[in-house]
């Protein structure tokens, strides 16, 4: 298989994901962002098909054969840890990026995720937290919301990342696992609060995580998921409202109830805000190699910024308690 073909898998895969029809349209702007917008994508289609991965359906959508699901889930772990890895260390370890993060998020973070400040105050100051909770973080990144978190509070802390993270970079009362999320109980951990920041795209199954999620006792789920439409040709938005986005119907389907708290304005105005800001910090990062760097962030917000004007996106927290313990810190 082509590098092309497995990057299109790789795309299905987190379509699919995120329950997505998957068509011509739908697979461009995602391409694009991976730096394939040359690409003849259905042409590449039909080499899958030929190699019996990928067929069309009655109703004009691109499915995976039994097969090719097991091929884009193997290719979807690797094509994540890739893209991922190079883009974190470097994004961690650049002055400019932590500048720009700083003026973007109110915190100079090395951050990868949607949040605005009035998200992250809200995960700094406003979750109960005491120095006996054990907190989970799925798809930590550099763990630099654990690390607040264990600071301000004392109590522990236990990211999960595919990331070959450096364990010396942790600050040392966060325990670093480098794995995957979707095996997190094969660690033998425990929490008694779970995050995950935009990291939840990025199971193979999303019911069967919030299952697992769900097995441990007392646990508190914090987990700050958007929904986006790729497909400009979708007209049935319903997919974009709390209740109904992919991960509100895994917590449906697990017997899950929850509140939610909608950030749908907070991310279209960091998409806006980012566009703004980045600009200002172009020299730095030119000055430090890093124009990669700066050209996919600023790829990254001018979509985000395209979705939103579309009406094709919508961000939520969504809040489970599995005991009758409060949301809200009561300040
Ligand atoms: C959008 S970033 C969010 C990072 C961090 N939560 C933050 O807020 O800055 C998604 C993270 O999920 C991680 N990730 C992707 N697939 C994963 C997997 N299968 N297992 C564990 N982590 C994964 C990536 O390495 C990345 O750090």
Redesign the pocket.
């Known amino acids: 298989m082509t590098d092309t073909q497995e990057a299109i898998l790789y795309v299905i895969a987190s379509l699919q994901n995120q329950n997505q029809s998957i068509t011509l349209d739908a697979l461009r702007q995602p391409f694009t962002l991976m730096g394939y917008g040359e690409v003849d994508i259905a042409e590449q289609l039909g080499g899958l098909a030929e190699m019996g991965l990928v067929y069309l359906s009655v109703d004009d959508q691109f499915r995976l054969t039994e097969l090719g699901q097991t091929e884009a889930n193997r290719i979807?772990?690797i094509k994540?840890?890739e893209?991922?890895?190079s883009f974190?260390e470097r994004a961690s370890a650049s002055p400019a990026y932590l500048d720009f993060c700083r003026e973007l998020y109110g915190y100079r973070?090395?951050?990868?995720?949607?949040?605005d400040q009035e998200q992250l105050d809200f995960v700094f100051n406003s979750i109960p937290l005491s120095g006996s909770d054990i907190v989970l973080?799925?798809?930590?990144?550099?763990?630099?919301?654990l690390n607040h978190l264990v600071n301000k509070y004392g109590c522990q802390g236990i990211g999960?990342?595919?990331?070959d993270w450096p364990e010396a970079a942790m600050e040392g009362s966060v325990f670093y696992i480098q794995?995957?999320?979707?095996?997190f109980l094969d660690y033998q951990i425990t929490s008694t609060v779970c995050?995950?920041?935009?990291?939840l795209?990025?199971?193979?199954d999303l019911p069967a995580l919030i299952s697992k999620l769900r097995s441990i006792p007392q646990n508190r789920l914090y987990l700050?998921y958007s929904q986006y439409i790729f497909d400009p040709g979708n007209k049935d938005q319903s997919l974009l409202h709390a209740d109904h986005t992919r991960l509100a119907a895994a917590l449906h389907q697990a017997g899950l109830s929850y509140q939610t708290i909608d950030y749908s304005t907070n991310e279209r105005m960091l998409y806006e805000n980012g566009l703004k800001i980045l600009p200002k910090y172009r020299d730095l990062f030119e000055a430090e190699g890093n124009m990669r760097l700066y050209e996919k962030n600023l790829q990254e917000y001018s979509m985000g910024k395209d979705l939103y004007d579309r009406g094709m996106a919508s961000r939520f927290l969504y809040v489970v308690l599995m005991n009758d313990s409060k949301i809200f810190r009561v300040l």
Do not use: H, W
Not at 109 to 115: I, Q
Not at 179 to 183: E, V
């Open positions: 979807y772990k994540a840890r893209e991922f890895s974190i973070l090395p951050l990868f995720n949607m949040m973080d799925l798809g930590c990144g550099p763990a630099s919301i999960i990342d595919q990331i794995g995957d999320i979707d095996s995050l995950a920041v935009d990291s795209y990025f199971t193979t700050f």
